[in-house]
């Protein structure tokens, strides 16, 4: 029954001049957003409504509302809609290798030719948090082209996501620095599912406006008898070229300085403990991309003696 007003009427078997009628309210309750739906356990029965966003060659669909996405999949049965198609679903919650599906029991068409959904800019560490919604992913680099397969693309900062089954593209070649719009899957691991050889475009790195952010708390007091671990998480919208410390005992004129080395994702530096004065130590963190510069604000350290 659609969602809106309707009157029961009851009609007297014995005397049909005796009628009876009520008007009653048909609420949608069971009709959930699909992030609501997904909050629930697999095995639950859910209604929800989304536009088709992808079909791949195993009948998965991919269904997208304001809320989130969810992939429909009943045993690569054709369930008759197509891209752009707003489906109307009822089923039960499955995940299969990560990916949350709906086993649809019930599909209806509500209308054909809607537009796709917006892509949302992510990037490649945070794909599986927009499990099948459509996203786009800036600047990567195509690796070797698998139409059967996996083609990895990787971005500046060389994290890697593979693009399944990746259609057939003849503006685009191996080693291309390309935007790719996609749905964002999984299969054990995140992955891309992309529609059209269109989705994938040409892209050129402009100039590098973005200086990097140095993320770092900064040590009030050390002990003069053991070396000095300074560490400070370094990012950058491209590529880290280089982290240094910066330091020198209070009341020194030159800054001695050393490279910052990355291990475990936060660049890190030790200053000897022969190096280190009662006297203070002044230190702070340079990092550069190449084209950009930042340093970390001056700290002034007591050491102790301990
Ligand atoms: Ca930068």
Redesign the pocket.
């Known amino acids: 029954m659609a969602q809106g007003k309707a009157t029961i009427t009851a009609v007297s078997t014995h005397n049909n001049t005796i009628i009876a009628s009520h008007e009653i309210t048909v609420k949608s309750s069971s009709l959930k957003t699909i992030e609501e739906a997904k909050a629930l356990p697999d095995g639950n029965t859910v209604s929800v409504q989304g536009t088709v966003t992808f079909i791949d060659s195993n009948n998965n669909y991919y269904i997208q509302d304001d809320t989130g996405g969810i992939d429909l999949f009943k045993n690569r049965q054709d369930l008759g809609l197509s891209v752009g198609d707003m489906a109307a679903v009822t089923g039960k919650l499955a995940t299969y290798r990560g990916l949350r599906e709906i086993v649809p029991d019930g599909v209806v068409k509500v209308s054909s030719n809607n537009p796709l959904p917006e892509p949302k800019l992510v990037t490649i560490k945070d794909v599986n948090n927009y499990q099948s919604q459509r996203v786009k992913i800036e600047n990567v680099t195509l690796g070797t082209i698998n139409t059967d397969g996996n083609t990895e693309i990787t971005n500046l900062q060389g994290n890697k996501i593979n693009i399944y089954r990746i259609p057939m593209l003849k503006e685009v070649k191996e080693g291309d620095l390309v935007n790719v719009t996609a749905v964002a899957s999984i299969f054990d691991t995140p992955q891309l599912r992309v529609r059209v050889a269109e989705d994938i475009i040409k892209t050129e790195l402009g100039e590098?406006?973005?200086?990097?952010v140095i993320d770092h708390t900064p040590i009030m007091e050390g002990n003069i008898n053991l070396d000095l671990e300074v560490k400070a998480k370094v990012t950058?919208?491209?590529?880290i070229e280089k982290v240094k410390l910066y330091y020198r005992t209070k009341g020194e004129k030159d800054y001695k300085s050393k490279e910052m080395t990355l291990i475990d994702e936060e660049y890190g530096a030790v200053i000897p403990k022969v190096e280190l004065n009662i006297l203070g130590l002044e230190y702070y963190i340079w990092a550069t991309?190449?084209?950009?510069e930042i340093t970390d604000p001056k700290i002034i350290l007591i050491l102790h003696i301990l």
Request: proline share 15%; aromatic share 0%.
């Open positions: 590098d406006e973005v200086p990097p950058d919208d491209r590529k991309d190449g084209t950009n």
